[in-house]
Structures are given as structure tokens and as C-alpha cells.
Nanobody, 124 residues
Framework: VQLQAFGGGLVQAGGSLRLSCAAS????????MGWFRQAPGKEREFVAG????????DYANSVKGRFTISRDNAKNTVYLQMNSLKPEDTATYYC??????????????????WGQGTQVTVSS
């Protein structure tokens, strides 16, 4: 599975961005998808995850109510809509795919495939 993330950029605090992650190489609709982020000097952390069907999503407490994960299985793409951005959201954002039957969205080691990352910078 190849994952290509894009949509990052520089935005002012309070602004919005939408990240996209396009998948290829395997039936996308069978994959659970997730977004993680890593800021300089910090560990990679879970942001949001969504089941293969799109019916269930999970979020880190720090982004609940501001970020929304969604997917379009017809377009082999998962999205992360980020609103009310804060400087502490600044990080490299990675999309990831989990191929197993069970859905464990929070742990990075559960994911089998990773994209290359896209930088999000939020200025104060």
C-alpha cells in the first residue's frame, strides 16, 4: 500500500486546513485509516482514526471538536479537516493504514503502512 499525504501548509491560529491522503496498491475499503503527528523533539502521537467502513471514528482529546476525519472509499482517500487551529497543532502529519480485522486506532504500532508526512505550521 502506498500512501500520499498532502494539504499541509502555513496558517494563522484560528484558521483551517484540510489534509488528504490518497492510497493505492490495495483495496482501500478494507483498510482502517489514521492520522498521526510529530512535532520537533516530541514523540509521534495519535490524532484521529476511522474504521474501514467510515462508520466509527476516534480522536485524541486535544483535537476533539476541532478536527474531523472522514473517508471516501470511492476515491481511495482519507481526509482530516482541521478547524480552529492552534500553534500547538504545528507538526508533521502522517497518514497510516491498518490492514488487520481488529480496529485499534490509537497505537502507532498497529498500523502497517505509512505515508511520507505533510507539514502543518500554525502561527500565533
Amino acid at each position: 500500500v502506498q500512501l500520499q499525504a498532502f494539504g499541509g501548509g502555513l496558517v494563522q491560529a484560528g484558521g483551517s486546513l484540510r489534509l488528504s491522503c490518497a492510497a493505492s496498491g490495495r483495496t482501500f475499503s478494507t483498510l482502517h485509516m489514521g492520522w498521526f503527528r510529530q512535532a520537533p523533539g516530541k514523540e509521534r502521537e495519535f490524532v484521529a482514526g476511522i474504521r474501514w467502513s467510515g462508520g466509527t471514528a476516534d480522536y485524541a482529546n486535544s483535537v476533539k471538536g476541532r478536527f474531523t476525519i472522514s473517508r471516501d472509499n470511492a476515491k481511495n482517500t482519507v481526509y482530516l479537516q482541521m478547524n480552529s487551529l492552534k500553534p500547538e497543532d504545528t507538526a508533521t502529519y502522517y497518514c497510516a493504514a491498518e490492514a488487520g480485522d481488529s480496529w485499534r486506532p490509537i497505537k502507532s504500532y498497529e498500523y502497517d503502512y505509512w505515508g511520507q508526512g505533510t507539514q502543518v505550521t500554525v502561527s500565533s
